[in-house]
């Protein structure tokens, strides 16, 4: 993808002139005759950068550039001044311009490096911004499951209960603990524990709804919220999941076995409406369901 230039000028010649030599450098170039056909197609397009005459009809290239920084755009604006106007080229830096350069273009050089410049630094700002989305996205799944892990996890159910709330409805939270795992890797070993916590989580997530959320809690514990779910339908899911964990086998590298799992389950505002007791009472129902022999669900 190469990077785009809005280029604004009220004079053909020069728009051309710029295009031209801006296109052989590799640059896409949509032009515009004055501040308002700019602010335009700004709004309607991703550009790279703006290079802009001051003196123009309609809007000005000062007014445009005002327009820009108002938008929160991290778009840099370059400004094409007269020889005459290099007090507004000074107040258009003060206003946030990215460089100025003087018309005529003579040294195209000059532009051209500008622009470069321009061009690089954002670049660099766009890649820098993709890499602190991926090291945010890294922080807060599990890399074993591709779920999310127990750092998102309160926020979100703060968030919930916030909605919850507004809207009157009820929110199940349920906790998923795997019985006798610890066996498991002891019999078959830890590579195929692994294997068999990323097929239970995709068990998981095969009975998921649109608006339910599955985080792996730790080693073998699972969250589920459910949004929009009462204690009859938590009750239900929660039934339902023991179900399907039963009956499905697990097989890898030819070597298959069973597992069950132990469920916990609160509801807001049924069981509490306070996110660290509803959190609470669903852990303790779980530990009720281990004490109770396991492959069970306590709420
Ligand atoms: P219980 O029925 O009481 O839940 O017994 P358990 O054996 O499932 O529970 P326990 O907490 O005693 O053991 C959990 C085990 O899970 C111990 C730990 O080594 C294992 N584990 C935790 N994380 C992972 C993981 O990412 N991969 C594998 N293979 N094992 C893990
Ligand atoms: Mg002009
Ligand atoms: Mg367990
Ligand atoms: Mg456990």
């Known amino acids: ?29 949509v032009q515009a005759e004055n501040g308002e056909a700019a602010f335009e197609s700004f709004m ?7 290079i802009t005459d001051v003196r ?3 809007m000005t290239g000062v007014e445009l550039l005002k327009a820009i920084k108002q938008t929160d755009s991290e778009v ?27 018309k005529p273009v003579e040294d195209l050089d000059v532009m051209l490096n500008s622009v470069n410049r321009a061009i690089e630094k954002r670049s660099l700002r766009k890649k820098n911004l993709e890499l602190m989305d991926q090291l945010e996205e890294l922080a807060v799944r599990d890399p074993l499951t591709g779920l999310y892990n127990m750092r998102p996890f309160y926020q979100f159910v703060d968030a919930e209960i916030s909605s919850a709330q507004e809207h009157s409805h009820h929110l199940g939270v349920l906790f998923l603990d795997i019985d006798y795992f610890k ?17 239970f989580a995709e068990l998981l997530k095969a009975e998921q709804t649109e608006t339910t959320n599955i985080f792996r ?23 339902r999941l023991l179900e399907v964990v039963r009956q499905q086998e697990f097989t890898h590298n030819g070597v298959s076995t069973n597992i069950t799992v132990s469920i916990g389950g ?34």
């Open 1 to 29: 993808m190469t990077e785009k230039i809005l280029l604004v000028d009220d004079e053909p010649e020069i728009r051309e002139i710029l295009a031209e030599l801006l296109e052989d450098e590799g640059y896409t170039v």
């Open 44 to 50: 309607s397009q991703e550009v790279d950068l703006v």
């Open 56 to 58: 123009m009809p309609k």
């Open 76 to 102: 840099d604006t370059i400004i094409l001044t007269g020889q005459s106007d290099e007090l507004t080229a000074i107040d258009c830096l003060r206003a946030g311009a990215y460089d100025y350069l003087l």
């Open 183 to 199: 066996k498991i890797n002891d019999n078959f070993g830890h590579q195929f524990g692994d294997h068999l916590l990323r097929w």
């Open 217 to 239: 809690y730790g080693g073998e514990e699972f969250v589920m919220v459910l949004p929009e779910t009462n204690t009859e339908k938590t009750i239900e899911i929660g039934k």
């Open 266 to 299: 609160a509801v807001y505002p049924v069981d509490s409406i306070n996110q660290t007791d509803l959190i609470r009472l669903a852990d303790q129902a779980l530990y009720k369901a281990k004490e109770s022999g396991r492959d069970c669900f306590i709420m």
